[in-house]
């Protein structure tokens, strides 16, 4: 293993290398990260250049406008609060594990497990998803710009092999530039969905009025026959219309996974976390109400199931079209890396407590400080999970629409047990250079109740003939998500109570040194 050397009076550890003994391991990935690149590799994973253009669709269908234009700043706002909760517990345990480090230590070993393999599955599905959903918008791109290509569902799916295989290799390979290109990734983001925004603005002849845009109502989910306004839809169709919001900005734990690698961790990973879920939320709004504003021709978008791409066809000419969906499939190209990177990490650390079974192989990194199984192994389990959309048919792509909420739904639960576990400490939780304060208490119970409340939403059927003992029912149109979740919480359940509470004792340390209270609080929130 690439080890960080010993300490001697000539190179003494530093803080970070210190800081991260204390917590039980030694410096073996390479601190190069700054905490710009911190941030960005969560913004890169939010990417607005991704979840906004590939799940538009759901949003469209499940509440119309109204889902997008007031729903995409409510969520954000309680996803911010989520944001807020964990930016305190990675300034305090700034460790790869993250989510399931904070959990065990918090907690007990049992904890850390469940957190864990959630957290992992969830990291797993949002790779898996953002690189099928850039291989759809590839698929389309090539379609435009080749007579010849027919842009198949099968050819969808080739496609997204090859770019999963890419993001593996770029991160094996890469180990001296993949900052780099995490840093590039920001600027692209930014630069890109304002140059969509102006297209958007400036091309079309024709514009939604602003009535449109912040009270019409659609429902073309099949739930509720169309109404607009009875129950069913404010309370079943209209929130899961929140899928977009909730899909889009997730992935920022990515600033703890990669904690190990940055310098000044206990403040930049904090800071990092909460700035790029603000940011997305301020950019991704701007950019929807773009599409929404441009989005003119509601009967060729309904057509195409809501997707976005409806609009941009519809809308402007084929020069613009083109450029649109070049920029968004860049974008999530540089997210698919970024999921990798931050995957992988996860995997690496898990199995570093050996929770994985064959961990000695995942936790191995090799001289450069990278762990290349880990990548392998879970990208591999990436292209498993998404294997069902190669049997979807036309129409409402539910099997994409599995994969994004079975990672909501992972990667949400496993940000809920860490952040109950410090509200139940209270006191008791020593804090590091970033904290809440007081308003830990506040801000923690309202995420655990949005945690709990979207967690039901999105395991619940998305299209009628997704419910069994519908008369339309097939299994290619059922939301897989519960089976997912629920699969692999049976599993580790049924390994804990057989084996794992023998022997799993949640983060094991590498090093023997005590750990310290961290710097006294300092920046307050």
Known sequence: ???????????????????????????????????????????????????????????????????????????????????????????????????????????????????????????????????????????LTLSALFDGWAGTAHQTFGLFVVILALHGLINIYGHRVIDVLQNVSVWWHVAGAAAVVLILLLVPDDHQSFKFVFTERFNNSGFGDGDTGGLTFWFYVLPLGFLLTQYTITGFDACAHVSEETRGASKAAAQGLWRSIFYSAVGGWILLLAFLFAATDVDAINSAGGFSGAIFESALTPFFFKAVIIISTIGQFFCGMSCVTSM????????????????????????????????????????????????????????????????????????????????????????????????????????????????????????????????????????????????????VAVWWYASARKWFTGPRRTVDVPEQRPAPADEPA
């Open 344 to 491: 992988s990490r996860m995997a690496y650390a898990f199995s570093r407590d050996r929770a994985v079974p064959g961990w000695r192989l995942w936790s191995r990194v090799n001289r450069n400080g990278t762990p290349v199984n880990a990548i392998v192994a879970a990208t591999l389990a990436g292209l498993v999970l998404t294997l069902p959309a190669l049997y979807q048919k036309a129409g409402v792509p539910v099997a994409f629409y599995a994969v994004v909420s079975v990672a909501v739904i992972g990667l949400y639960l496993s940000f809920l047990i860490p952040i109950f576990l410090r509200l139940r400490m209270g006191d008791r939780f020593v804090p590091g250079p970033w904290t809440l304060g007081r308003r830990y208490k506040l801000l923690g119970w309202i995420a655990v109740i949005e945690i709990a409340i979207i967690s039901v939403y999105f395991v619940l059927p998305i299209v009628p003939a997704g419910v069994p003992g519908n008369a339309d029912f097939t299994w290619t149109a059922v939301n897989y998500a519960p089976l997912a979740i629920g699969g692999v919480l049976l599993g």
């Open 1 to 139: 293993m690439a080890t960080t050397p010993a300490p001697t009076a000539e190179h003494p550890m530093d803080d970070d290398a210190r800081r991260l003994a204390e917590l039980g391991y030694k410096q073996e990935l390479h601190r190069k990260w700054s905490g710009f690149s911190n941030f960005a590799i969560s913004f890169s994973i939010i990417s607005i250049l991704a979840g906004c253009f590939t799940t538009f669709g759901q949003a469209w269908n499940n509440g119309g406008p109204v889902a997008i234009s007031w729903g995409w700043p409510l969520i954000s706002l309680f996803i911010l609060i989520i944001g807020f909760c964990m930016a305190e517990l990675v300034s305090a345990y700034p460790t790869a594990g993250g989510i399931y480090w904070w959990a065990a230590t918090m907690g007990r070993p049992v904890h850390g497990w469940f957190t864990g393999w959630l957290n992992l599955i969830g990291l797993v599905a949002v790779t898996a998803s953002v690189d099928y959903g850039c291989a759809t918008f590839l698929n």
